[in-house]
């Protein structure tokens, strides 16, 4: 076995036993964090008491269970958010003292990045190369840049005549919803809390249900960086619930979110409903690649296997690409011989399956892998 995860029973997060170990051949050691709802600078039962259960892809098996929020958490999570912004952050916490504890929580991260990619290895599927070498050294660089802007965002002013006096001036928005994807957790969390941050906003952001261990380790972190209590919130949960909270919350004055695009025409339509609130979407994408008669056919190989397949989130087929694909040893992602890892949705070799069947109805023919 590739790891060994062990958790005790859900408790009260002051509770010793409330954590998750994680033992791998790729990491070598155990890293310990509450699996609570992260509220106004501490971990916290839900208000409902419900958990989620967290599993690893490759093996199918029961990694941890997490705790569950839903709308009245979301609600507490707001109210903590405000509070901060008012009190401690936003106009009260100078660009420079931001930028600072956003280049020390960059240190903090990359001091634990192999733990970081473990626990994203472990509930994404990726391989431990990809997650550490890729994903969560970006989230690093970007928590840097994002600290390098805090004390540059600057207005503007305004040639019009001797009579008036015209200026711009960037002002923080206040709280920020945040809802990110399962395909890239620490990326995720580093690039759409770094430049809110960053400009002074306060953030409540809900990870993926099926990727939330790296986000909350990110939090035990937050308070070595000098973060105030309640400028960064984190409610795990289910998109109906948590997410359609955070959509329609009249204390969030701006939603970012990044999955798919049914999902985002309901956050859009849910803030559009509440506060008129604005919103940033990434949505669908299946990395489209057009290759050409002439291409060389080492070009068709390597590329196109590796868009896709390093990402798991969005499965492709490239007849061109099969050489590559062949000869890859795929299994749980923590071996150091692995080069590629595990689809991460349970429903994906259905979904892929229903892909395949398209595609040879549309072509005719189909290269397997």
Not at 96 to 102: D, F, T, Y
Not at 153 to 177: A, L
Not at 357 to 365: D, E, K, N, P, R
Request: glycine letters at 10%; one cysteine or more; proline letters at 7%.
């Amino acid at each position: 076995m590739a790891c060994s995860l062990l958790r005790s029973a859900y408790c009260h997060p002051s509770n010793i036993c409330r954590q998750c170990l994680t033992h791998s051949p790729a990491y070598k050691g155990t890293v310990t964090f509450p699996l609570g709802l992260y509220i106004n600078g501490e971990f916290v039962d839900p208000v409902e008491g419900g958990t989620i259960d967290v599993m690893n892809p490759p093996t199918g098996k029961f990694i941890t269970s997490i705790a569950a929020g839903t709308k009245a958490d979301i609600d507490l999570a707001a109210r903590a958010a405000k509070a901060a912004f008012k009190a401690s952050w936003g106009f009260k916490t100078p660009g420079v003292e931001r930028g600072k504890m956003l280049f020390k929580l960059a240190d903090l991260v990359e001091q634990r990045i192999d733990e970081f990619a473990a626990l994203d290895t472990l509930t994404n599927g990726k391989t431990f190369k990809t997650t550490a070498h890729g994903d969560c050294t970006s989230a690093i660089a970007i928590l840097r840049y994002y600290a390098g802007w805090a004390d540059k965002i600057t207005g503007k002013t305004i040639e019009t005549n001797d009579n008036k006096m015209t200026y711009t001036r960037h002002e923080p928005i206040g709280v920020v919803g945040q809802i990110i994807p399962w395909n890239v957790p620490m990326y995720s969390v580093a690039v759409k809390s770094g430049p809110a941050l960053a400009t002074g906003n306060t953030v409540v952001l809900k990870p993926s249900e099926l990727t939330p261990l790296s986000v909350l380790l990110f939090c035990t972190l937050l308070a070595d960086a000098g973060f105030p209590r309640g400028v960064v919130n984190v409610v795990n949960g289910y998109g109906p619930t948590a997410g359609q909270a955070i959509s329609e919350h009249p204390l969030i004055g701006k939603v970012a979110f990044t999955g798919s695009t049914l999902t985002g025409r309901k956050i859009m339509e849910a803030a559009a409903k509440s506060n008129l609130k604005p919103v940033t979407l990434e949505l669908g994408g299946k990395s489209p690649v057009m290759i050409f008669e002439d291409a060389a056919s080492s070009t068709r190989t390597s590329p196109c296997a590796v868009v896709d397949g390093r990402g798991r989130a969005r499965p492709g087929l490239d007849p061109g690409a099969r050489a590559r694909p062949q000869r890859a040893d795929v299994n749980t992602g923590m071996q150091a011989s692995t080069v590629d890892g595990s689809v991460s949705l349970p429903s994906y070799p259905a979904y892929v399956g229903h892909r395949v069947c398209h595609a040879i109805a549309f072509l005719g023919s189909l290269h397997a892998y």
